[in-house]
């Protein structure tokens, strides 16, 4: 048991943790401004490129400063925090989970939580939702614990976790824990007297005394700037405003959940199926009802949407899956259970399912990959049908689903053997950067042309401030300036450049992917690979003693 823990963590959270450079741009923003704070000495404010940087509360940057003090300024020290971050969200799964429905429930939704494919990316992925979940979850856990079991000490652990899990992504996290308090309040009654009896103003005073210094401190230090970038544009604005373009609806957070959660949806959809029937839901589990409710409520709301939003509401999911998959083994008839049977043998059809979609999905992967990925498939579709042989067998009893676990463990080795070394080949910027930091560049001599996803990235390589240049006059201006001038663009916006009059000269040209995310990829197969260049504004390689450098042909500029 414990070896096979130790393999499924292994492979889910360790294993080529800093082997792939950032993923553009979230985890570079956040390494860069902690190796800003360590390299300032400011240990208080986050900053990006020499400028305040109001995206998110100062836990996570200060655990990644401790990481980069012990491992080194690297990609593994950085991602080291989601990953250990995990594991405590498994342990706080499995504790919860025990306490609720007793310890093989618990190992199954564990297990299930940990061979989720956003699992998978979120605990080595350096933001802060991973984070988030394991200071939150586990917290609001020991919190109904406290309530349930009536040990009212367990309490106030509970709400330090909740002021670490505000400390980590903001107000959020009380805004969360109070629209769950609300729902079961309403839709577990009989859970409602005793966490009513819970010391609720005490705790949210507690969870406000320990998290609000940091926010009255940058409030002090910056004034109406933090107040406006971090409550009301990267909060309130950011929930209530539609700031950037979106193309989902209300109902993208749902079939985010469903999707995500697969092959175990199936389950859930017919335990809510049984719900409506009238099959008895006891308060336990309407607690985790309501933190799923919750959660995916809230963001459904939100007018910015991003995926990995939900996943604190994951491990009370695959609590719930794993529960139904186990009420149903030990289930003596399965006519009051009839939605969780339907759902019970529906999942080895969505693993087959899944198996020819990843055929197919990996056929259009822009990249050329080993024949061994042919594995991936056969492992989905070997798996369902092997489990539902099974299942046949046993009477629509449903076994421990090592099948269904073997298959998504061989499918994460081959992608950390296989496909993570040609990603990472495709990958341009970390090469060029560290291309041009050889040439110790001059402090601020270096920019960047329409490239926001990379800045992060291209910022964190080259260990000096990077200029963001929008516009061809932005461009000129920079080029205008003595001595010599980097600037990383496309080839396209090179070629747009020259045949508008000004005069580069390519330092160095590397194909690479132009999109990294799943969605893009299948999207824009045909225009995925696009050329990088880092450009130069001195056309000789010998230095100008005078300082003088043609930049322009004034024949060819616009009127």
Same mark, same amino acid.
Request: aromatic share 14%; net charge positive.
């Given at each position: 048991?414990?070896?096979?823990?130790?393999?499924?963590?292994?492979?889910?959270?360790?294993?080529?943790?800093?082997?792939?450079?950032?993923?553009? &741009?979230?985890?570079?923003?956040?390494?860069?401004?902690?190796?800003?704070?360590?390299?300032?000495?400011?240990?208080?404010?986050?900053?990006?490129?020499?400028?305040?940087?109001?995206?998110?509360?100062?836990?996570?940057?200060?655990?990644?400063?401790?990481?980069?003090?012990?491992?080194?300024?690297?990609?593994?020290?950085?991602?080291?925090?989601?990953?250990?971050?995990?594991?405590?969200?498994?342990?706080?799964?499995?504790?919860?989970?025990? @306490?609720? *429905?007793?310890?093989?429930?618990?190992?199954?939704?564990?297990?299930?939580?940990?061979?989720?494919?956003?699992?998978?990316?979120?605990?080595?992925?350096?933001?802060?939702?991973?984070?988030?979940?394991?200071?939150?979850?586990?917290?609001?856990?020991?919190?109904?614990?406290?309530?349930?079991?009536?040990?009212?000490?367990?309490?106030?652990?509970?709400?330090?976790?909740?002021?670490?899990? !505000? %400390?980590?992504?903001? &107000?959020?996290?009380? =805004?969360?824990?109070?629209?769950?308090?609300?729902? +079961?309040?309403?839709?577990?009654?009989?859970?409602?007297? @005793?966490?009513?009896?819970?010391?609720?103003?005490?705790?949210?005073? %507690?969870?406000?005394?320990?998290?609000?210094?940091?926010?009255?401190?940058?409030?002090?230090?910056?004034?109406?700037?933090?107040?406006?970038?971090?409550?009301?544009?990267?909060?309130?604005?950011?929930?209530?405003?539609?700031?950037?373009?979106? +193309?989902?609806?209300?109902? *993208?957070?749902?079939?985010?959940?469903?999707?995500?959660?697969?092959?175990?949806?199936?389950?859930?959809?017919?335990?809510?199926?049984?719900?409506?029937?009238? /099959?008895?839901? &006891?308060?336990?589990?309407?607690?985790?009802?309501?933190?799923?409710?919750?959660?995916?409520?809230?963001?459904?709301?939100?007018? *910015?949407?991003?995926?990995?939003?939900?996943?604190?509401?994951? &491990?009370?999911?695959?609590?719930?899956?794993?529960?139904?998959?186990?009420?149903?083994?030990?289930?003596?008839?399965?006519?009051?259970?009839?939605?969780?049977?339907?759902?019970?043998?529906? /999942? $080895?059809?969505?693993?087959?399912?899944?198996?020819?979609?990843?055929?197919?999905?990996?056929?259009? !992967? $822009?990249?050329?990959?080993?024949?061994?990925?042919?594995?991936?498939?056969?492992?989905?579709? =070997?798996?369902?049908?092997?489990? #539902?042989?099974?299942?046949?067998?046993?009477?629509?009893? $449903?076994?421990?689903?090592?099948?269904?676990?073997?298959?998504?463990?061989?499918?994460?080795? #081959?992608?950390?053997?296989?496909?993570?070394?040609?990603?990472?080949?495709?990958?341009?910027?970390?090469?060029?950067?560290?291309?041009?930091?050889?040439?110790?560049?001059?402090?601020?001599?270096?920019?960047?042309?329409?490239?926001?996803?990379?800045? $992060?990235?291209?910022?964190?390589?080259?260990?000096?401030?990077?200029?963001?240049?929008?516009?061809?006059?932005?461009?000129?201006?920079?080029?205008?300036?003595?001595?010599?001038?980097?600037?990383?663009?496309?080839?396209?916006?090179?070629?747009?450049?020259?045949?508008?009059?000004?005069?580069? @000269?390519? /330092?160095?040209?590397?194909?690479? %992917?132009?999109?990294?995310?799943?969605?893009?990829?299948?999207?824009? @197969?045909?225009?995925?690979?696009?050329?990088?260049?880092?450009?130069?504004?001195? #056309?000789?390689?010998?230095?100008?003693?005078?300082?003088?450098?043609? %930049?322009?042909?004034?024949?060819?500029?616009?009127?």
């Amino acid at each position: 048991m414990w070896l096979a823990w130790a393999l499924v963590l292994w492979v889910v959270l360790f294993w080529r943790l800093g082997y792939a450079s950032f993923w553009d &741009p979230d985890e570079a923003w956040y390494a860069t401004a902690t190796s800003e704070m360590m390299a300032s000495g400011d240990w208080l404010a986050p900053r990006f490129n020499g400028a305040p940087f109001f995206d998110k509360p100062i836990l996570f940057y200060l655990l990644q400063m401790v990481a980069f003090a012990l491992l080194g300024q690297n990609e593994a020290a950085a991602r080291m925090v989601p990953a250990l971050s995990a594991i405590g969200v498994f342990a706080g799964t499995a504790w919860f989970g025990t @306490r609720l *429905f007793g310890a093989a429930t618990a190992r199954l939704g564990t297990l299930m939580l940990a061979l989720l494919p956003a699992t998978f990316a979120l605990s080595t992925y350096a933001i802060v939702d991973m984070t988030f979940t394991a200071f939150l979850f586990p917290g609001l856990a020991l919190i109904v614990i406290a309530a349930m079991e009536e040990r009212p000490a367990l309490q106030y652990p509970g709400y330090v976790l909740v002021a670490l899990a !505000v %400390l980590t992504k903001g &107000p959020l996290a009380l =805004a969360l824990a109070g629209l769950a308090f609300g729902v +079961t309040l309403v839709i577990a009654p009989d859970a409602r007297e @005793r966490l009513l009896r819970l010391r609720w103003i005490s705790g949210a005073g %507690l969870a406000i005394a320990i998290s609000a210094p940091w926010f009255v401190y940058m409030w002090m230090r910056f004034g109406d700037a933090f107040v406006e970038g971090y409550f009301l544009r990267e909060n309130l604005w950011l929930y209530s405003r539609p700031l950037f373009a979106s +193309t989902t609806s209300q109902l *993208f957070y749902v079939r985010v959940a469903a999707v995500g959660l697969l092959p175990w949806t199936p389950l859930l959809l017919g335990r809510v199926v049984d719900i409506a029937r009238g /099959v008895r839901c &006891p308060a336990q589990e309407r607690l985790l009802w309501a933190w799923a409710i919750s959660v995916v409520g809230f963001f459904s709301f939100s007018h *910015f949407r991003l995926d990995h939003y939900i996943y604190p509401a994951a &491990p009370a999911l695959c609590l719930l899956a794993a529960k139904e998959w186990n009420r149903f083994r030990g289930a003596v008839r399965i006519a009051p259970h009839w939605g969780t049977a339907v759902g019970a043998g529906a /999942v $080895p059809v969505v693993m087959i399912a899944a198996g020819i979609a990843l055929g197919v999905l990996i056929y259009r !992967v $822009p990249l050329e990959l080993s024949p061994i990925v042919g594995l991936v498939p056969i492992a989905f579709v =070997a798996g369902g049908v092997a489990l #539902l042989f099974q299942l046949w067998n046993r009477q629509w009893r $449903p076994p421990f689903p090592g099948h269904i676990a073997g298959a998504i463990l061989l499918t994460y080795a #081959l992608v950390l053997v296989v496909a993570l070394p040609r990603f990472e080949d495709a990958k341009p910027v970390k090469r060029l950067a560290i291309e041009l930091a050889a040439r110790a560049t001059e402090p601020n001599s270096v920019a960047t042309y329409n490239m926001d996803r990379w800045n $992060p990235s291209w910022r964190f390589y080259l260990r000096q401030n990077v200029r963001r240049l929008e516009t061809i006059d932005e461009v000129q201006s920079f080029f205008d300036e003595a001595g010599e001038r980097f600037c990383l663009m496309l080839r396209d916006d090179y070629d747009e450049l020259k045949q508008r009059g000004l005069v580069m @000269r390519i /330092v160095s040209e590397r194909p690479g %992917l132009f999109v990294t995310s799943g969605r893009a990829l299948r999207r824009d @197969r045909r225009q995925a690979w696009r050329s990088f260049v880092v450009v130069s504004n001195r #056309l000789a390689d010998t230095p100008d003693a005078a300082g003088v450098h043609v %930049l322009r042909d004034p024949a060819r500029l616009p009127e």
